[in-house]
Structure formats: structure tokens, C-alpha cells
């Protein structure tokens, strides 16, 4: 146990540490790429994404989620009786709940801000 | 009863003084009057109470005015009020500079004139109420309580450096409280364990047994707590500023009344609470009173703020306190007792005195005085009374005071009493280099703007030094007036030291 | 779950409810009055259901939840100070920018997260309940994010929250982990029956420390209490309350009785770990505290202070006299009560000068200059806050410090004491600067102090001062009460 701790902190420091002594150093532009042997970066990582994919993508998981308690009282459903019948229903109810509240939030709504602000301007014609 | 409603009648003022400031700006002053004059009327019968009327608690006979009303009981703590001989007398002489103090205010006090003197009267409440409790959880309560309205005064009315001064005069009185909560609550926990009744109050405490090293512990937490307050010499050093820098009659209450607080604790808890300690602590408690004896009234000497000067001239006499406390036989405590009362009323001149110069020259600074007796007779004279009352002169109150201690402690410590005789030397030094630098000598500059007129004492001021001068040489002269009142609550208290 | 399980329940399940129909009654109608007294009445009806059934005998809901008369004095305080933080928030969202109603639904979540930390003698249900109080802690933090004249610093303090927090929570769970490695059980007196036996070994130990490190980040005791400050500055002033007061009282209140029916306090290491912390909180909250011109990372500091002395009387609580053992309980609760009081009051009146429609609070101390000329009554209350804190009597704040030098009394903690004394000593100078700054004279015209107070804010800072003296001048009926509630643990 020790000594296989031994061998991997001794392996890592080498591992580490090899490369200082061994390796030449040299400055360069090309260094200092993220992938210095590989395709050339194009333009600012830091660009834009409309914000919905991510609204989505949460809610795909969050509800996803949700449902996968509901097997676990389905594979049980004869020993909890009724009792767990209600408790299931209260989940969902509850689940529900929050799904109506995100529709009319508007949390569905796949149109960024601006656009729903110029749909409104445009509408009445 | 008549006791708590002294207290409730000060505090009940101290709300009212604060709200007639809307109705009139003057009113306060007039309110506050008032209410000393009220509380001075409640306690005329206790002043005037016959031996007979002293009944026994507890088998400590001497007691007035006993009330005892539940409290906490989860912590045996009760509403104990109970006042002998010792606090009536100070709960006298707290009112009575009540009155010199707000004679002193009426006319310096010029800002915010109701909240000044709503603490005013809370800080005496509050002394009032040291006096009286006797549980000490209720003893603890008044012992902060008057801090804080202290802690104003000095804050809102105060000089140049009063931030700074009111800071280190609350820390260092809360911190060794803080130490004094604890070693309360030890003595209360030490006497649960042996008598298996817990209680707060004074009676129960007495017969704990307190031996050992932790005793010693326990009674140095008090002992630190009102050496602070006294103030004794290593922890003296929030005195000067607060005492200069205060307004003059927040600086009259602080000498004359707050210092008596830690006298008072001295005498009402160390010995009777534990005295094998006290014994083993004498040697040291001695040493600590000859060097404040010694070192204060030199370092008075070197002053040139004349507030500061008699800041340290009030801790010289303070330790004649200490050496009486812990010579603990019938002359030492009489002596005690009465030095508390004299220095009380000596102080509070020299403070209303220098409170009147500063008023009028806008400094306090001795090397810018001088030559003032032709100025201002009447004014010189006083001051000269005040300084020979305070160098100790036969026939007026300190020489009695200062004298019983030294015949005490000269019976129990010769050599304390040989050193500490030695501040009797000292404090002509002190007191008449002060009337010299400034009265006498050349004149200076900084005062020929003033005409004589507008320079001398007005019937008001002369009517609150006259009342200090008669109380004075009363006490010269009357010693007796006050010592059989004390008499039967001395002598009670002083069969549970260790006896001569 | 029988009938009687259920009805017991029913608090609970009140408090769970608030969140479903807000967010029912927000997806129709955005009516921010109507939906703070929503909030409003579930917080007081579940609070008077509780306190109704106080001195009942305890009930055990599942092995996860227990109903005694512990975790319903602690019910029934988190419900009632949760009203100011409702009637604080009430106010400052309506002058502010931003979406209002779904800060009521966090609330009553963070609320929920606390209920079941009280009630909870089992790690499921402990760790169920912090995450849903800082879950819902994170998001109220960073708040105030929209509009116009937004606070800049919520978010960094949000972030700084959940970071620490998840960090903390991953301690509470890999301690959990390793508990139950040891010992192959969950629920609290499980543990005590194996500690009994013997069973302890050092991964058990291990599963302590690491359990006392993630209590010790909710509570902000030294070596882990880098977030405090900053978090506290930057959330707005209802959540800085909540934060400091439910949040923190409700996890102390679960460690007690997770130390004492685990009977981990017996242990000399834990002593020994909390004793050490102790000191470290006392001395460095004190210390740093000295040097705050901001009044919220003063009252930061202040917050980790007095969890240090806190400390005190848990370790007393280990004592085995059955007396002492009490007074040392009793402490613990007193303490928790005058805090949450005090730090309600110190935050109503921080709260009163603020301007969120500016997006300004009054919380650096040139702010309070002169305070006491031109508001005398809000100056007066809040000096009586800080009294409070600084533990001068007449205070909840002294009976409380009276409480904890008497439990540390009795248990003989003697170096803790001399700590807590001189850091008390520390602690004066900066509550008193406070009050010398608000008696100075005002120099300048003070906006701040020219603004009306809004009347939910009068009325919390109306009734916390009272609370404040009276349990200062009466403490007996709030020691009775405190008296039953922790016979149950004896």
C-alpha cells in the first residue's frame, strides 16, 4: 500500500520533473499556441451562444431526472399500495407545477430577447 | 422599598430631563434639580434612622430597608436591595455631588442639554444602585449600567482627545469586569457544590469556604475588577485621560462618586467574601497601595495640565483606600470610610475648580496661568481651601480620613504605614505647586483680556464651593457625625476578616 | 406512516407547500404583496402549529425526520425569524429593479432546508437539508443582478458562496462516507451504540474531522471562514440577515445534536479540534474585525466571533453531571436565540438606511456619522444592538455571555474563558467605534439619513429591540422553555 503510494508520487514528480532537466528550452510564438502541433486557431473562444440551448439542455436533464424515480416506484408499485400512489402523485403534481411555471415564465419560448421584444413591436400589423 | 425608588425616581428623571429638552431648553437643568431634590427627600429617613431601626439579615446585623424579590431562578439570582451604615453614607454622598455636579453643568453644558442630562442622572442611578445591591448578579447589572451613560458623557461633551479617552476608560472597566463576571460566577458554582443551594446573594456567599490557590484566583478576578475602578497603580492608566478629558461635571462624578465604586467593592467583597486570600495577598495589596501612594503624587508633580494633575492626585489618595482595605481592623476601616467621603468632596472642588478656569481661560495648561489671585480673590481663596484640604491639613476631612488609615495600618504594617506616611510629604508638593503656578507668582498674558468681573466666581459657583468647603469642615471637625452612623455596619463587617 | 405521523407532519409539509403554490399563483398573477403574504402566512401557521405541539411526546416520522421538543423549539424560531427576513425583503425588492416574487420561493425553499435540518437525526435528511439551504442560498445572494442601478458585487459574492459551500458539502459527504464505512449506519444513536461498543477506528475519526470542517464552513469558524466577509458584503441586506442568523443558528443547533446523541463530543479529539478552533475564531474574528470601515464585514467578523464563543459551551455539553450537562445545553440555546434577535435588529437598521432603488446600502461607517442628531431612535436601537452583541447587561447579548461563562464555569474551561474574555476586551473597541462615530457631530448633509422608513421596517426593528430587552431584563420564561426543550437529549 505505502509503497505502491510511494511509486505513484514518485512516478508523477518524475514525470514532472524529467522534462525541466531533459528537455531544451526555447521561446517562440509557436509555443505558446494551445496546440502547438496541431491546426491553427481561429478566432476568439469566447463567442456568444444564445442562451435557450443551455435552458434546454437543463431542462432535458432536470425532467429526465425526474422520471427515472417514477421506475423505482414502478418496479414496487404492488407493496406501496395506495400510500405510494399518492406519493407519486404529489411528485408529479409538483412536477407539474414547475412545468407550468417555466411555460408561462416563458423558459420555453425559443426566441432570444430582442426578438420577442421586435415580435411584439411587429404583431398588431 | 425606599431604595428602589430612589433608583427608579433617578432613572424615571433621567427620561424626563431628556424629553423637556423639546419643551424648553432649560428645562432639563430645572427637571434634573428636581429630581435630586426628590431623591434627597427619600432618603432623609434612612439618614435619620435610629440604631434600633437597623434590623439583622442573615446574622449580619446593621441593615436597612431589606427588599428581596425573585429574579432568575434558574441562577438563585434575586432583586436583592440592601443598604447599612457604609452605603448610606455613600448613597449620601452620591446625591449630594449630584448636586455640585449639575451646579457645574448649569452653565457648561450648552449642547444637547437633555440627553446630557439623562445620562447624567443615569450614571448616578446607577452608582446608586452599586451601592444598594447586595446580589451580586444585580451588583454586576448596576456596575455596567453606569458605564454606558458614562461612556457618553465623555464621548459628546467631552475635550480634544475625548474619543480616545472614553474608548480606553470603557475597555479597561469592561474588560476586568468581564473578569469579575467569571470569578462571580466560580464563587457562586464553589458555594453551589458545598452547600447545594444555588445563590447569588451576598448572605449565601459568605460562608463559602474559599482556600487554596483557587480562592486566591477567584479573589484577585474581584480584586483586578476594583483596582481598575479605584484606580490602583498598574492599571491606573485610563484615569488621567478620562478624568481630563470629560466635561467638568462628568470629571466631578467620575472622582468623586465612580472611584468610590471601586472603594466601595474593596470593602464590601475582598475580605468578607474571602479572607484567607486576602490575608495571603496582603503583602501585595500593600505594595500596590504605597506605590500608588508614591508614584501618583510624583507623577502629579511632573503635570502641567491641571486636570491631569489632580487626575493623579485622586489615585495617591486611593491608595490610602487599598492600605486601610487590607489593614482590616476598626481604626483602618473608619479611616477608609471617611477618606472615601472626604476625597469624594475635596475632589470634586478641585475638578469644578479647574472646570471654572478652563471655562474661562479655554485652557487647562498650568504654564499658561499664573498670577490670577489679584484677578480673582474670592476665587484664589477657595482654590487654596481646596489644595490645603487635599495636602491633608488638620481639621478638615482628608487629614481625618488619611490620619484613622495610617494609626490602622500602623498597627497591623508599620512599614506600609511608615512608606504611605510618606505621601503626606508628597502632596503639599503637588498641591502647592499647583495653587503657585497658578494663582500666585507672575502674572501671564492669557487672561489680561478678561476683566476682573467677568473673571470671578458668580453666586452660583460660590454656592456650590461653599456647600463642598461647609461639607468639609464638617467632617473635620465632626468626625463622629459620620463614623456612628458606620459604626454598627463597620464593625459587622469587620468580624468576618480575619480580626486584628 | 400512520395518521398521528402525518398530522405531525403537517408543518412541515406547510412549509413545503409555500414554494408549489407560489409558483402556482406566480404563473396567473404577478402580485408581489399578495405573494409575500402567502409567504408570510405559511411561515406563521406553521410556526403557531409547532409551537402548539410543544411538550408533546416525541415522534419519529421515518427513520429521517424526529419531532421532539429539540427540534420544535428550533422549528418554531426558524419560522418566526423568518418573518423579518420576509417583511426586510418585502420592502427592499419593492424599490428595487428587479423580478420579485421567485425571491419568495427561494425564501421558503432556504426556510424548508432549515425545518428539516432542525428536525433531522439522521445523515439523509442532514444533508437533504443543508444542500437545500444553500441551494437556495446561492441564488438569493446573487439576487439583485438586474437593472439599473444593480449592486456590483452580488454576483462575485454568489459565486464565491456556491464554490465554498459545494466544497464544504463534499466534506459533509465523503465525512458521511467514511462514518458509515465505520460504523455501517446512519442514523445519530446508531453511532453512539458503536462508539459505545468500541467500533471506533480511524476512518470513523476521519469521518468526524471531516464532518466538523463542512459544519465549520456553514458556521464560519476560523481556518474556514475566507467566504463570510465577502459574502456578506456583497449579498443584499435581507439575505445578509438570513444568512447570518437562520442559516447559520439552525446548522449549530443540528451539530449539537449530532455531537451529543453520536455521542462524538465525548472524544477527546473532537474536544480538543473544537477547542482549538474555538480559539482561532475567537481571537482572528475579533482581530480582523478591528479593521472594518464596512459595516457588514464588520458584523462578518463579529458573526465568527461569537460562533467561537459558541464553542465554549458545546464543549461544555460534554459533561457528565446531568446539571451541567444542562446548563451547558440551555447555554448553547440561549445564545442562538440572542443572536438571531440582536443580528435582526443590527441588520433592520442597516436595512433602514438603505437605498436598493440606487442600489446603495448603508454600510460603510461614515454613513452612521452623527446618526444619533438626526435620528435619534434608529441611532438608540441600533447602539442597543451592538450592546447587545458586545454583551453589556440589560442585553440578550449578557444573559447570554452570562450563560456561556457559566457553562464554561462549571466544566472548568478556564483557557477558553481567559480567551474569551480578552477577545471580548477586542471586540468593545469596534462596536464602540460604531456608536462613537454615530454620536460624532454630523459634518455634511447625510442623504442616507434623510430617507423615510418604511413601516415593515420599523415594526422589525420595534419588536427585535424589544425582544432584545426584554429577554435581557426577564430571561426566565425563555430558560423554562429552553429547559423542556432539551430534556429530550438528556
Known sequence: ?125 | MLVLWLIVVLFVGGVLAGLAERVHAAASRWVTLATLVVSAILLWPLACAQPQAFESVAGQSGWLAVLQWEWIPRFGITFLLAVDGISVLLIALTIFLGFIALLSAWEEIQTRVGFFYFNFLWTLAGVVGIFAALDLFLFFIFWEIMLIPMFFIIVIWGHEDRYYAALKFFIYTQASSLLLLLSMIALVFLNWQQSGEISFSWFDLLGTKTEGVFGLLLMLGFFVAFLVKLPGVPVHNWLPDAHTQAPTPGSVILAGILLKTGAYGLLRFIVPLFPEAALAFTPYALIIAVVSVLYAAKMAFAQNDMKRLIAYSSISHMGFVTLGVFSWNALALQGTLLQMIAHGLSSAGLFAMAGAIQHRLHTRALSEMGGMWSQAPRMAAIAMFFAIAALGLPGLGNFVGEFLVLLGSFQMHPIAAILAALGMILAPVYALYLLQKSFLGEQSDTFSAHSASLFEFKAREVLMMGLLIFGLILMGFFPRLLTEYSDVALNSLQALGWGP | MTIEELIALVPLLVVASISVILMLVVSFVRHHRLISLITLAGFIAAGIMVFQSMGQPAIQITPLIILDDFSRFFIVMTCFASVPAVLLAYDYLRRSEDLKEEYYMLLSLAVLGAVVLAASNHFASFFIGVELLSVSLFAMVGYMVHGEHKRVSTLEASIKYMILSGVSSSFLLFGVALIYLNFGVLTFEGIQQKILNGTLNGYGMMGIAMLLIGVGFKLSWVPFHMWTPDVYEGAPVPVTAFLATISKVIVFALGLRFLHESGALGLFNVQAALAFIGVLSMLVGNGLALMQDNLKRLLAYSSIAHFGYLIIALIAASSASATNKALAMEAVGFYLVAYVVTTWVAFGALSALSQPEHGIEAENLKDYRGLFWQRPWLAAIFSVALLSLAGVPLTAGFIAKFYVFAAGASYTLWFLLGILIISSAIGLYYYLKVIMEMCKPAEDENDFQKAAIPFENKLILLVMTAFVLYLGISPQALIESLNSAIKVLM
Open chain 1, 1 to 125: 500500500m505505502i509503497l505502491y503510494l510511494v511509486l505513484v508520487v514518485g512516478l508523477i514528480i518524475a514525470m514532472l520533473a524529467g522534462p525541466y532537466f531533459l528537455g531544451r528550452r526555447r521561446v517562440s510564438r509557436a509555443v505558446n499556441e494551445p496546440y502547438e502541433c496541431g491546426i491553427v486557431p481561429v478566432g476568439s473562444a469566447q463567442y456568444r451562444v444564445p442562451i435557450p440551448f443551455y435552458l434546454f439542455a437543463i431542462f432535458f436533464v432536470i425532467f429526465d431526472l425526474e422520471a427515472v424515480f417514477l421506475y423505482a416506484w414502478s418496479v414496487a408499485v404492488k407493496e406501496v399500495g395506495w400510500a405510494g400512489f399518492i406519493e407519486a402523485l404529489v411528485f408529479i403534481v409538483i412536477l407539474l407545477v414547475a412545468l407550468l411555471y417555466l411555460w408561462r415564465m416563458g423558459a420555453l419560448d425559443w426566441r432570444t430577447t430582442r426578438q420577442k421584444r421586435d415580435r411584439a413591436r411587429v404583431q398588431p400589423r
